[in-house]
């Protein structure tokens, strides 16, 4: 018998969510066993966990996929979300230098849905293996109509705290300091918006076909609704691996939420450096054919959305080639993009672009 209380909560459903969240946690415990961040405590239920660390630096980072879950409510594709949880924290993190060994997420619901919790997790554990994380923590909190979203299925909100430590080889965290005139600028391909930009996304999409937008095709048999929904990639894996090969990078930036000026002017500051970016990749295809049907200003296009470049290298020239090298080894897409100036501003220019900032 359900253990419906007055307050219309289901207690038991509640634990079996729990239940299923906490294993698929458990099976990323082995990314860290014997590495910093390992989970001291296993025990089934206890979801607040001690992490043996030593004499580690640590880094943490915090947030959230923000409206992009509204693609999932829309198609029914839940299974990917977890990338983009977790290109968010571990991301912000690399751009530090950064190893994310850990991560703890809340999952807010209005009403609970056991199969979605799985598949949200699902996805989190796997996008936890593919960087090397583990699952360290988490809440599922049933909070009724405290919670909005799209249909008539379970909504929800996701957010996530994850911490790194610095690797040996870095004597600091990357800060911009190290960031010089001549330094080349190297760009990591997106593969779709990954978590920022869907006021925008929606607003233009919805104008164009209606408010069952995600139905509409795409491109074949893909609906709009699964081209944006494209998981975040995660580019933690290619700056470790860098880092423990020896590269020397100056600086790195994570293109979200403020475009590619804007975020990279964060490298720069610490200096009063600019840069001549002339050789980025070019803007997705979903990303133009959006700017056509909203009419969206380059501009406008270049502030919300990354246009195609996921993440933003700064190193000596000397150290590009092994840079390509090591990103093509992991299936990543990597082409040198600009040069740092000794002038503050940064000037954007490619074939559908040209911008420029100052700061």
Known sequence: MSNQKKSGLDINLGNLCSKDAFNW????????????????LKVDG???????????????????????????????IYDTLGFDLV??????????????????NIIDVNKLDR???????????????????????????????????YGAGMHFNWCSTAIGILPTELEKPFD???????????A???????????????????????????????????????????????????????IHSGVQLSGVAHITGGGLIDNF?????ANSVGANLDNLFEPLPVMKRLMALGNVAAEDAYLYWNMGNGMLLVAKENQVDQIIEITKALGYQAQVAGTITAERKVTLKTASAELEGTY
Request: proline residues 3%.
């Open 25 to 40: 946690a458990k099976k990323t415990f082995p990314n860290r066993t014997n590495k910093a961040g390992a989970a001291a």
């Open 46 to 76: 206890v979801f607040s966990n001690m992490l043996q660390f030593a004499d580690q630096r640590i880094g943490i980072a915090s947030d959230g996929i923000g409206t992009k879950i509204e693609l999932a409510e829309r198609t029914g």
């Open 87 to 104: 290109a968010m924290v571990a991301d912000d993190l690399a751009t530090a230098g950064f190893e994310p060994t850990n991560i703890s």
């Open 115 to 149: 199969a979605i919790i799985n598949s949200l997790m699902k996805g989190l554990a796997e996008a936890c293996d593919y960087c090397g994380m583990s699952i360290s923590g988490g809440e599922i909190a049933e909070l009724g109509n405290r919670i909005s979203g």
């Open 176 to 186: 911009g300091t190290a960031v010089q005139p001549g330094d080349k600028v190297i």
């Open 188 to 242: 990591l391909k997106a593969d779709g918006f990954r978590s920022n930009g869907f006021s925008l996304v929606r607003r233009v999409v919805e104008a164009s076909f209606g408010d069952t937008w995600h139905n509409e095709i795409y491109e074949g048999d893909q609906t709009w609704g699964e081209v944006l929904l494209t998981p975040s990639l995660i580019y933690t894996p290619v700056i470790t691996k860098m």
């Open 265 to 269: 002017q964060r490298v720069l500051k």
